[in-house]
């Protein structure tokens, strides 16, 4: 058996045919028949929501990554240097750096133990400090549906509300993950997704900012394209990046998208095979949404907690990265979760709101492979692995 990777890109087969059209129109640069093709694909995938409360037609924006789409969304959103902007802690690095690249700071708030994201009491007790603390609101709210799990979007909208803090959501990991019947990026202020090689679908890299007017696609195209304006010559009188996708990624994303609810599917059989298969495993807790209906996150990664285990070396416990280490032996990619940021060195100084959930989860927790070449076989493979890992 080859070796099982988490999540490793996989291609529908139509990819190559929108790349050699570029390559046959001499389209080999960030803008492009595949670029509009692309924005096209993903706005139309996500208006046909079958709950868009407001009636809005989405538009996105098509960067060169996630981190891009984050970057650009918090200028979008006026962030400025000296600006504070809070961020939930449990995520990957890179929906927090680029409050960092703003010259504002980043305000770390922990999660709750239900879909493992932002706590809303937590944020609303932050944004109280906050103010008290310096005088001054905090500029936005990232939030992360982390692992394809929907954070509490109603609860944190309702926040945003009342102190009028706009929310930019990261939808990075969560494309096609539903809330309340509308897709995950279209319920903030502004959202965003990411197509890096081992995400639901990839472009090899990329990303998107999902906004909710033709102006704010327009600006965004515009930060992203040198901020150059509109002049017979160069004239330029705001800073700007080289954030766009090119032609040729965007020919891979429209292949994609021909395979996205293939995949969405995929991912989320994925997850019940694995309830079926560790049912029996007492120690493991496998991450599934709320029992309230309000979520259908797309499963990404299939992630659980196993009971008596910890990533540091503790007695009385077994040790988690000695756990990796023995299914990388059998061929088999697992990974721990992301490290939360309050806990991360570059990050030490930043204000956090911590309850100990993200600590609790970071030390047992495991994610599992769940992507398109991960099928019955395999699954029945890891599963006797973890069976004889975990029992012994
Ligand atoms: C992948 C990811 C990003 C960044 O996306 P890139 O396309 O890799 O820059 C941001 N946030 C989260 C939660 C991610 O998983």
């Known amino acids: 058996m080859n070796r099982i990777y988490l999540c490793l890109a996989h291609m ?13 129109t001499n389209w080999v640069v960030p803008l492009g028949p595949n670029v509009n093709g692309f924005e096209q694909d993903l706005s139309d995938f996500l208006n046909s929501n079958d709950n868009e409360p407001n009636g809005i037609q989405h538009q996105v924006c098509a960067l060169s990554s996630g981190t891009a789409a984050i970057h650009l969304g918090l200028i979008l ?12 802690s449990f ?20 999660s709750e133990p239900d879909t493992w994201n932002m706590d809303p009491k937590l944020l609303e007790e932050a944004i ?11 500029k936005a709210i990232v939030a992360v549906h982390l692992y394809g799990m929907p954070c509490k979007m109603n609860e944190i909208l309702e926040i945003s509300k009342k102190y009028d803090i706009p929310v930019l959501e990261d939808a990075a990991e969560a494309i096609g993950s539903k809330y ?72 891979i994303g429209r292949g ?3 395979v996205l609810d293939d995949h969405i599917k995929h991912h989320q059989w994925v997850l019940t095979r694995y309830r079926e298969l560790l049912a029996d495993i007492p120690a493991i807790k496998v991450h599934l949404a709320p029992a309230d209906g309000m979520s259908l996150p797309n499963y990404w990664l299939t992630t659980v907690t196993i009971e008596g285990f910890s990533i540091r070396e503790v007695e009385g416990k077994k040790n988690l990265l000695k756990l990796i280490e023995n299914m990388s032996e059998r061929g088999i990619e ?32 495991l994610c599992l492979p769940s992507g398109p070449w991960v099928k019955e076989e395999e699954l029945q493979y890891i599963s006797e692995a973890l069976h004889r890992l975990i029992q012994d």
């Open 180 to 251: 309340n019947g509308a897709y995950c990026g279209t319920l903030g202020k502004l959202g965003v997704l990411s197509f890096n090689g081992n995400k639901m679908i990839t472009t090899s890299g990329g990303g998107a900012l999902i906004c909710k007017t033709v102006e704010e696609k327009q600006k965004t195209t515009f930060f992203a394209t040198q901020a150059r304006e509109a002049y017979p010559y160069y004239q330029h009188e705001q800073i700007g990046y080289n954030y766009r996708m090119s032609n040729i990624c965007a020919g």
């Open 12 to 24: 529908s087969g139509n990819e190559q045919k929108f790349i050699q059209e570029a390559f046959d």
């Open 91 to 110: 995520t990957f690095a890179a929906s927090a750096n680029p409050v960092t690249y703003l010259g504002a700071q980043p305000v770390f708030v922990d």
């Open 256 to 258: 994609q998208m021909s």
């Open 334 to 365: 697992t990974r721990a979760l992301w490290q939360p940021m309050h806990r991360q060195p570059v990050y030490r100084n930043a204000p956090s709101y911590i309850n100990g959930v993200s600590d609790q989860l970071f030390d047992c927790g």
């Open 77 to 88: 959103l006026d962030v400025k240097s000296g600006d504070e902007v809070i961020c939930q």
């Open 128 to 138: 109280v400090d906050r103010i008290s603390k310096t005088g001054k609101k905090p």
